[in-house]
Protein backbone atom coordinates (compact mmCIF):
# COMPACT_ATOMS: atom_id res chain seq x y z
CA UNK A 1 0.00 0.00 0.00
CA UNK A 2 1.16 3.76 -0.66
CA UNK A 3 2.22 5.59 2.29
CA UNK A 4 3.87 8.80 3.04
CA UNK A 5 5.81 9.90 6.15
CA UNK A 6 6.55 13.28 7.28
CA UNK A 7 9.58 14.54 9.34
CA UNK A 8 11.42 17.60 10.09
CA UNK A 9 8.94 20.44 11.21
CA UNK A 10 9.27 21.99 14.59
CA UNK A 11 9.64 25.40 16.52
CA UNK A 12 11.33 27.67 14.76
CA UNK A 13 12.05 31.92 15.30
CA UNK A 14 10.96 33.96 12.39
CA UNK A 15 13.54 34.68 9.84
CA UNK A 16 14.91 31.02 10.76
CA UNK A 17 14.85 27.77 8.24
CA UNK A 18 13.81 24.04 8.31
CA UNK A 19 14.36 21.26 5.53
CA UNK A 20 10.29 18.55 5.68
CA UNK A 21 11.12 15.72 4.27
CA UNK A 22 8.51 13.10 3.62
CA UNK A 23 9.82 9.53 2.50
CA UNK A 24 6.73 7.14 0.32
CA UNK A 25 6.62 3.93 -0.20
CA UNK A 26 4.27 1.93 -2.50
CA UNK A 27 5.01 5.20 -5.21
CA UNK A 28 7.84 6.24 -6.67
CA UNK A 29 8.04 9.90 -6.51
CA UNK A 30 10.47 10.13 -9.77
CA UNK A 31 7.51 9.17 -12.13
CA UNK A 32 4.54 10.63 -10.04
CA UNK A 33 3.40 14.41 -9.16
CA UNK A 34 4.52 14.83 -5.56
CA UNK A 35 4.30 18.44 -3.64
CA UNK A 36 3.24 19.78 -0.23
CA UNK A 37 0.58 21.38 1.10
CA UNK A 38 -0.06 22.95 4.40
CA UNK A 39 -3.18 24.04 6.60
CA UNK A 40 -3.31 26.19 9.33
CA UNK A 41 -5.48 26.44 12.14
CA UNK A 42 -9.06 27.31 11.00
CA UNK A 43 -7.82 27.80 7.16
CA UNK A 44 -8.08 25.86 4.05
CA UNK A 45 -5.80 23.62 3.04
CA UNK A 46 -3.57 24.77 0.50
CA UNK A 47 -0.65 24.05 -1.96
CA UNK A 48 2.71 24.96 -1.21
CA UNK A 49 5.13 23.51 -4.10
CA UNK A 50 4.75 20.85 -6.12
CA UNK A 51 7.14 18.48 -7.99
CA UNK A 52 6.30 17.39 -11.47
CA UNK A 53 7.27 13.67 -12.60
CA UNK A 54 9.31 15.73 -15.26
CA UNK A 55 11.31 17.74 -12.46
CA UNK A 56 8.87 20.94 -13.25
CA UNK A 57 8.86 23.14 -9.67
CA UNK A 58 6.31 25.18 -8.80
CA UNK A 59 5.51 27.75 -5.84
CA UNK A 60 2.71 29.35 -4.22
CA UNK A 61 3.15 32.96 -4.56
CA UNK A 62 3.42 33.25 -0.38
CA UNK A 63 6.53 31.10 -0.59
CA UNK A 64 7.99 31.83 -4.02
CA UNK A 65 11.91 32.91 -3.26
CA UNK A 66 11.96 31.29 0.16
CA UNK A 67 11.03 27.73 -0.63
CA UNK A 68 12.59 25.38 -2.51
CA UNK A 69 10.92 21.44 -3.46
CA UNK A 70 13.47 18.87 -4.03
CA UNK A 71 13.87 15.08 -4.23
CA UNK A 72 16.51 12.49 -4.03
CA UNK A 73 15.38 9.45 -6.08
CA UNK A 74 17.61 7.09 -4.71
CA UNK A 75 15.86 7.30 -1.34
CA UNK A 76 12.67 7.88 -2.57
CA UNK A 77 11.86 11.42 -0.93
CA UNK A 78 11.06 14.30 -1.04
CA UNK A 79 12.28 17.50 0.44
CA UNK A 80 10.69 21.08 1.24
CA UNK A 81 13.49 23.86 2.29
CA UNK A 82 11.99 26.74 3.71
CA UNK A 83 13.88 29.73 4.70
CA UNK A 84 12.92 33.17 5.98
CA UNK A 85 10.36 31.95 7.94
CA UNK A 86 7.42 33.89 8.94
CA UNK A 87 4.61 33.14 11.83
CA UNK A 88 2.21 33.23 8.81
CA UNK A 89 4.27 29.98 7.81
CA UNK A 90 2.61 28.35 10.97
CA UNK A 91 0.88 25.38 9.91
CA UNK A 92 0.54 21.30 9.48
CA UNK A 93 2.33 20.50 6.63
CA UNK A 94 1.48 17.70 4.09
CA UNK A 95 3.01 15.35 1.59
CA UNK A 96 1.07 14.35 -1.15
CA UNK A 97 1.71 12.33 -4.08
CA UNK A 98 -0.92 11.72 -7.02
CA UNK A 99 -1.05 8.99 -9.49
CA UNK A 100 -3.77 7.51 -11.73
CA UNK A 101 -6.38 9.86 -10.42
CA UNK A 102 -5.75 9.59 -6.92
CA UNK A 103 -4.16 11.04 -4.31
CA UNK A 104 -1.96 9.78 -1.38
CA UNK A 105 -1.59 12.27 1.89
CA UNK A 106 0.73 11.68 4.51
CA UNK A 107 0.04 12.34 7.98
CA UNK A 108 1.44 16.07 8.44
CA UNK A 109 4.32 17.58 10.23
CA UNK A 110 4.14 20.24 12.70
CA UNK A 111 5.56 23.78 11.52
CA UNK A 112 5.62 26.93 14.28
CA UNK A 113 7.38 29.81 13.44
CA UNK A 114 7.25 32.36 16.48
CA UNK A 115 7.95 35.85 16.53
Do not use: H
Amino acid sequence: QVQLVESGGGLVQAGGSLRLSCTASGIIFSINAAGWYRQAPGKSRELVAMFSSGGSRSYADSVKGRATISRDNAKNTVYLQMNSLKPEDTAVYYCIASRSGRNYWGRGTQVTVSS
